[in-house]
């Protein structure tokens, strides 16, 4: 009797201490935790659900470090301030003289917001193409520029891939086509007069040539641009422009909110200017470059036919004054269907972002399309 008075009641604790145990697997056994939620959600709702948290959350998470970032950089800074206030006021002095619309402009330094525009800057040849891309790097306008033919060139440095695939392709039939060497050791350069010569032309070998060239090229290219374009992101840029010459054949205008062009009304006056800058080029290399880059009258109708905002052309047919008018003119318009408060609507909602980018990039295909079916039907 002493016996089972004693082990009775240690029964009754191991028993109780192993409904515990199996009490704390239950609460942290998964499948239970599933059981108690089907019925309600499904697994693959589940699932996206929290693919959604977690979106969400790095999309908060990211918005608040570049918030912070724009804030460090814009208040904490006084002296920086300052220095931006002075250079905002000579800019208004400056612009004084070329009426309200560029006065308006260099008034507006509170675009500097989360979402990017992606401006495509293009043209020809000696049009002012990297005029205006320096007017929009400076002072009202601040906006950062990728520079497509400094990209091109630092591609094709000695050692790179790009610069082995060129002296391999038309090296054995270019003799000319390195410069000596340079004292630096990094190599022998590519004589680019030489190589200009080699794919510049209308003949079917130049054409051939000159495709394989830009196979060459492009591709890494593109590549340094969507890196250019992810760092200015993040660093909370409103615009960005992108500097290309061969920008719709390249088919680069699908991603481009806008696309500006810099044309000329006169083609003579467009081969006057190139030989004036370029002195080396004969009659017949000049007007070969200038076609190898198409007509810029069709690219400026081709931006037109884009829409109010999306395509604007600036014309340079006369000094830089009226250069810098017909700009102001023309990035009105731009920031005319931009506004900041559609802008922060795109930031606040993520998903809303998307399907209009989506959409901008159905847009472009679309106007592409429609362009060259109508070129298509008047040949």
Same mark, same amino acid.
């Given at each position: 009797?002493?016996?089972? =008075? #004693? ?14 145990n %199996? ?44 918030? !912070? ?7 904490? %800074? ?9 250079? /905002? ?28 525009? +992606? ?10 193409k ?8 400076? *002072?009202?306008?601040? +906006? ?10 630092? /591609? ?8 082995? $695939? ?21 190599? !022998? ?7 200009g !010569?080699?794919?510049?032309?209308d ?19 593109r590549?340094?641009?969507? $890196?250019?374009?992810?760092?200015y ?19 680069? %205008?699908?991603? =481009? ?17 190139l ?9 017949? %290399? ?14 400026? #109708? #081709? ?12 014309t ?10 017909? +700009?102001? #003119? ?6 005319? *269907? ?6 922060? =609507? ?34």
């Amino acid at each position: 009797m002493i016996r089972e =008075c #004693r082990s009775g009641p240690n029964l009754d604790r191991s028993s109780h201490r192993s409904s515990l145990n %199996d009490d704390l697997v239950d609460a942290f056994n998964p499948f239970r935790f599933w059981n108690t939620l089907d019925g309600i959600i499904s697994l693959k709702e589940f699932v996206s659900l929290c693919w959604l948290i977690i979106v969400w959350t790095v999309i908060i998470i990211d918005m608040f470090i570049r918030m !912070r970032l724009e804030r460090s950089k814009y208040t904490n %800074d006084f002296r920086k301030q300052n220095k931006m206030k002075r250079e /905002v006021e000579e800019s208004l002095k400056g612009a004084a003289s070329h009426g309200p619309s560029y006065t308006a402009l260099a008034k507006d330094k509170s675009i500097r917001i989360v979402e990017m525009l +992606l401006i495509g800057l293009t043209g020809s040849i000696a049009t002012g193409k990297s005029t205006v891309s320096q007017l929009l790097s400076q *002072t009202p306008y601040n +906006l950062p520029i990728i520079d497509a033919d400094l990209l091109a060139r630092k /591609v094709v440095e000695p050692g790179t891939p790009g610069y082995n $695939k060129i002296v391999s392709y038309f090296g054995p039939t270019t003799p000319d086509l390195l410069l000596p060497s340079p004292s630096d050791g990094q190599g !022998r350069p590519l004589n680019r007069p030489v190589l200009g !010569r080699r794919v510049f032309g209308d003949t079917p070998e130049k054409k051939k040539d000159r495709q394989v060239l830009n196979g060459i090229v492009h591709p890494a290219v593109r590549w340094e641009m969507y $890196k250019a374009l992810a760092y200015y992101y993040v660093r909370g840029h409103w615009a960005v422009v992108l500097d290309v010459p061969l920008l719709f054949e390249a088919g680069l %205008d699908a991603i =481009c909110g806008t696309v500006m062009v810099v044309s000329v009304s006169d083609p003579e006056m467009q081969l006057k200017w190139l030989r004036q800058r370029d002195t080396h080029l004969s009659e017949e %290399d000049a007007r070969n470059r200038i076609q190898s880059q198409g007509d810029v009258r069709e690219k400026a #109708r #081709r931006a037109e036919q884009r829409g109010k905002g999306r395509g604007v052309v600036v014309t340079n047919d006369d000094g830089m004054d009226d250069l810098k008018a017909e +700009l102001a #003119r023309a990035m009105k318009e731009v920031k005319s *269907t931009s506004p900041t408060w559609w802008a922060w =609507c795109l930031v606040l909602m993520p998903p809303l972002a998307g399907l209009v980018g989506l959409w901008n990039i159905w847009e472009s295909i679309g106007a592409s399309r429609k362009w060259k079916q109508q070129k298509h039907k008047s040949s």
